[in-house]
């Protein structure tokens, strides 16, 4: 009786078996043959060719975040020069004489609802390198309850399909970098595990050396299988509120306002908007290890919203909050229409409560909330929001939770 060549099944075990030049193959085996040859194909497909990347311009990277992030346009300059120049090192071949071009690293800094992770995250659409967003709260030093700072690269290796020779040339977003502030001058009070400790252990990632990864993340074990990757080439870019800074560059600018200049010197400072003056030393007091902040040698600042911003931010890119709504109301066959007067309200409402971009969703939401539990039911096929019904619903539920927030 005929059977599979290569698992031995016989003919009335399986449902197809395929003659050949004196051999034969059943389905069961075709289907594995074929999903080892799809895995092979895809692992070849995400390797990242930098050979076949139209390499995009400054300017024109600028010009993708714009039709996502409102304003920030000096983060979102140095951003693109930073991905631009990333890319350029990663195409230059070194030879003995030619002059090496190290990475940059970059530091943002703003305060909460400004669009840091926006940034990120939008980069991360049009890039064509390994790129993932990660979290320093979760991070501890090692031998603690926590994630070791190596769990940074397994999501980088996570992103690049285990490509080990793309992820040394990605691109890694360390998000809320200020929650590894140092907690106190004196570091023998108590073990700060998960503060200047993991500064520490961020300093040789960042600078560049071959670090040995976990590829499933979680605890290192003895016996477990590591992967190495030089870290070398990959862009780190690390960004948090420092909610508090204000006050360290305050002292500072004031310490050098001495002498009859002093009314003139404090006149040109703008108070609401401190964070445009942040230098190397506010990190420093703020509790940052003068070594990291050494490793990220280009330091920016986001601009707090003001209410112009937040107007745009509510109807102008490309995912905007009325736009999505819109969306969500369309597929209902419903046609749902916002007033110049109902937008310029939520905007009120997010500025009076310092509420950010963040704060824009979940004040839409409050009012949105009963229309978008009814309406899909009781057959409407129109609704307008006013000045009027936003108050109302602000006022029946959402005044009180916006209070006690």
């Known amino acids: 009786m005929d059977k599979c060549s290569f698992c031995g099944r016989k003919k009335n075990e399986v449902d197809l078996l395929i003659a050949g030049m004196g051999a034969h193959i059943c389905d069961k085996c075709i289907e594995q043959a074929h999903a080892i040859v799809e895995e092979e194909f895809?692992?070849?497909?995400?390797?990242?060719?930098?050979?076949?990347?139209?390499?995009?311009?400054?300017?024109?990277?600028?010009?993708?975040?714009?039709?996502?992030?409102?304003?920030?346009?000096?983060?979102?300059?140095?951003?693109?020069?930073?991905?631009?120049?990333?890319?350029?090192?990663?195409?230059?071949?070194?030879?003995?004489?030619?002059?090496?071009?190290?990475?940059?690293?970059?530091?943002?800094?703003?305060p909460t609802g400004t669009g840091k992770t926006l940034l990120a995250r939008t980069i991360a659409k049009m890039l064509h390198v390994p790129f993932t967003i990660v979290d320093a709260t979760v991070l501890t030093e090692a031998g603690?309850?926590?994630?070791?700072i190596e769990s940074l690269l397994t999501r980088l290796l996570q992103a690049a399909d285990y490509n080990v020779e793309a992820a040394e040339k990605g691109i890694v977003f360390i998000d809320e970098i200020d929650k590894i502030a140092r907690k106190g001058d004196n570091p023998s009070i108590t073990r700060d595990v998960s503060g200047e400790g993991v500064q520490q252990g961020l300093l040789k990632l960042l600078e560049g050396a071959v670090v040995n990864v976990p590829p499933q993340g979680g605890r290192k074990h003895p016996e477990q299988k590591m992967i190495p990757v030089n870290t070398k080439n990959i862009l780190f870019v690390c960004g948090g509120a420092f909610d508090g800074i204000e006050r360290k560059i305050a002292q500072r600018m004031n310490t050098k306002v001495v002498g009859f200049n002093a009314v003139e010197h404090t006149s040109s400072i703008d108070r609401n908007n401190l964070m445009q003056y942040i230098a190397p030393m506010d990190l420093k007091s703020f509790g940052l290890i003068p070594e990291i902040i050494g490793r990220l040698p280009v330091l920016t600042y986001l601009d707090p919203l003001d209410a112009d911003a937040l107007r745009r931010i509510l109807t102008e890119p490309k995912n905007a909050i009325v736009k999505q709504y819109l969306k969500l109301f369309e597929l209902d066959n419903i046609d749902l229409v916002f007033e110049e007067d109902a937008l310029n309200y939520v905007v009120n409402i997010a500025t009076e409560y310092k509420l950010g971009a963040r704060g824009l969703r979940s004040i839409c939401e409050t009012i949105m909330v009963d229309a978008m539990f009814e309406m899909p039911s009781n057959g409407s096929k129109k609704l307008t929001i006013t000045e009027d019904y936003a108050r109302d619903r602000i006022e029946k539920i959402g005044m009180k939770l916006l209070k006690a927030s």
């Open 144 to 148: 603690y309850v926590g994630e070791d």
């Open 42 to 110: 895809n692992n070849k497909k995400s390797s990242f060719d930098l050979k076949s990347i139209k390499l995009l311009k400054p300017v024109q990277i600028k010009e993708f975040l714009d039709k996502y992030v409102i304003g920030q346009d000096h983060a979102k300059k140095i951003l693109s020069v930073a991905v631009y120049n990333h890319y350029k090192r990663l195409g230059q071949k070194i030879d003995e004489e030619e002059t090496e071009i190290e990475k940059s690293n970059i530091i943002l800094v703003g």
